[in-house]
């Protein structure tokens, strides 16, 4: 394989996975790791990856993926990942369902339960969940994110203020590989603060894509959730992150 080709298959590689070691992407073209590393340092220099000691992820950006792109990516990814979350809550448990296109998998795969009560500021979860007639369901007041129905502001960090439930089910746009949970929206990053701080289990839905991920708004550290649902084993030290602080790991 020429190099401009082998650099072109780099970095479809992280772009589908969102984070890719040095020793898979040796595996994978079978060539020796000084070929490797000086391929991704000239990436890095192009600006089509981002380099990381260990591997390559993404390059950096400010902006989101479009929200109806973001629901088509990964999709069986995140049903798994929203099946095993369901199997964790009980009948008659109460939670908080966030803004994301994984937590709106979660939603989902509720639909069988009985008896939840859930509090969400997404739109698209109350549409969803308003056809269970046993389900209690309260929507956050807010101003509307109109592009995916996200609901955010300081009345929606009020409101969720007022409740202490069960479970809070999370997205994330971004896990560094030094365990920081990202976003792009500060408010929206105020929110999931919100949601954790009063959840008594707090349960974190990623799909591999997101590890290596970057996202200019930090929300926190690892140590803020109980529960990490993913498909893929995350990267080594975002494993060792995981052990310290003793998170949950599902993998899905």
Same mark, same amino acid.
């Given at each position: ?104 998998? =979660? ?6 339960? +009985?008896?939840? %009560?859930?509090?969400?500021? *997404? $739109?698209?979860?109350?549409? /969803? ?72 289990? =707090? ?6 894509? +997101?590890?290596? %991920?970057?996202?200019?708004? *930090? $929300?926190?550290?690892?140590? /803020? ?28």
């Amino acid at each position: 394989m020429k190099q401009t080709q082998r650099h072109d298959a780099i970095v479809e590689l992280v772009q589908s996975q969102g984070y890719v070691s040095t020793e898979t992407l040796v595996e994978h073209f079978a060539v020796s790791p000084q070929t490797i590393r000086r391929d991704l340092n000239e990436l890095a220099q192009q600006n089509r990856i981002q380099r990381h000691h260990g591997g390559a992820a993404p390059p950096s950006s400010s902006v989101n993926t479009a929200y109806h792109d973001r629901k088509m990516m990964y999709s069986e990814q995140k049903q798994r990942i929203a099946q095993q979350v369901a199997s964790h809550i009980p009948e008659g448990a109460t939670l908080f369902i966030d803004i994301g296109t994984t937590p709106e998998a =979660v939603a989902y795969a509720l639909m069988q339960h +009985k008896n939840l %009560r859930i509090v969400t500021n *997404n $739109l698209n979860v109350a549409t /969803l969940l308003s056809a269970k007639e046993d389900f209690r369901l309260i929507l956050a007041g807010g101003e509307v994110r109109t592009r995916d129905g996200g609901i955010m502001g300081e009345a929606t960090l009020d409101f969720i203020s007022q409740f202490r439930l069960d479970y809070g089910i999370l997205g994330i746009s971004g896990i560094d590989l030094d365990g920081s949970l990202l976003e792009f929206d500060y408010h929206e990053a105020r929110t999931k603060r919100a949601i954790i701080e009063n959840s008594r289990c =707090v349960m974190l839905v990623a799909d591999h894509s +997101k590890f290596g %991920r970057n996202a200019m708004v *930090n $929300l926190g550290k690892m140590d /803020l959730i109980d529960y990490l649902f993913t498909d893929q084993q995350p990267p080594a030290n975002v494993m060792k992150i995981i052990q310290q602080h003793k998170v949950q790991l599902e993998l899905c």
